[in-house]
């Protein structure tokens, strides 16, 4: 049997889910986060703005101008995306013409653009939006405000490819985050049961909080989770999960 190493925030190089003020509710811009980010020594940084439906989000026109900003700011690779709404109807809440212009889609469960329907019904929904070519990663499904059926939505991880998210910002505000670190356990010991990624996330809405992943490498760490299956790891394991180097 290997010997389990444990994991360190120094040895995570990338965070990409983040937000701007472009996200309405957020307050860096994107070169106050990127800042953030070489302070932290991170590689590569992700933006990915909320998508719409989110009150005070950006406009979708957003997203079809992304090409203009530099793809290394402060000596930090930049990559953008978005993190896409869930809908009741099992769609996402950003049409496909600027869903095909990210490098990356997140799609997650937020409760001030969706009710709860259920452990199945949430789980439907979710799934249906993981099918999407663009969507590569599930934002916190940790939150039983909205409960998910982790044996199904871990599965159809592994189907279509999809990398589920530990939110350092869930684990540090456990309160409204029902049942996030039991989730968690459930969701991580399926995952590396059937060799599941998973993305560490800040979620930051600050550029004080980017890179932050202390919290999330504590409940990896205390699960003895297997590094391999962490894709902040390396770049270059992220960027061929995304398929970036296509």
């Avoid at 990559?79 to 809908?87: A, K, Q, Y």
Wanted: one cysteine or more; aromatic letters at 8%.
């Amino acid at each position: 049997m290997n010997q389990w190493d444990p994991i360190t925030v120094q040895e995570l190089h990338l965070d990409i889910h983040t937000h701007t003020i472009a996200s309405g509710h957020a307050y860096g811009t994107i070169r106050e986060m990127a800042a953030a980010a070489q302070e932290k020594h991170l590689e590569l940084l992700g933006i990915s703005e909320h998508g719409p439906s989110i009150p005070g989000t950006c406009d979708p026109i957003y997203f079809r101008n992304l090409g203009v900003i530099p793809r290394n700011l402060y000596g930090v690779k930049m990559m953008f995306g978005c993190e896409i709404n869930v809908l009741n109807d099992g769609t996402l809440s950003l049409d496909q013409r600027e869903i095909d212009l990210l490098d990356y889609g997140i799609c997650g469960i937020h409760t001030l653009c969706y009710h709860d329907e259920g452990r199945e019904g949430n789980t439907d929904h979710l799934i249906s939006c993981m099918r999407n070519d663009k969507v590569h990663f599930v934002s916190h499904p940790d939150d039983d405000h909205t409960p998910l059926n982790y044996e199904r939505l871990v599965a159809a991880a592994r189907e279509y490819h999809v990398a589920l998210e530990v939110n350092n910002s869930s684990l540090l505000k456990q309160q409204a985050r029902w049942n996030c670190v039991a989730n968690y356990h459930e969701m991580l010991k399926l995952c590396a049961a059937i060799q599941v990624p998973v993305i560490v996330s800040s979620d930051a809405h600050d550029p004080s909080f980017v890179g932050r992943f202390d919290e999330a490498v504590q409940l990896l760490n205390e699960m003895q989770f297997d590094r391999r299956l962490i894709l902040n790891e390396s770049v270059d394991r992220f960027r061929q999960f995304i398929g970036a180097d296509r």
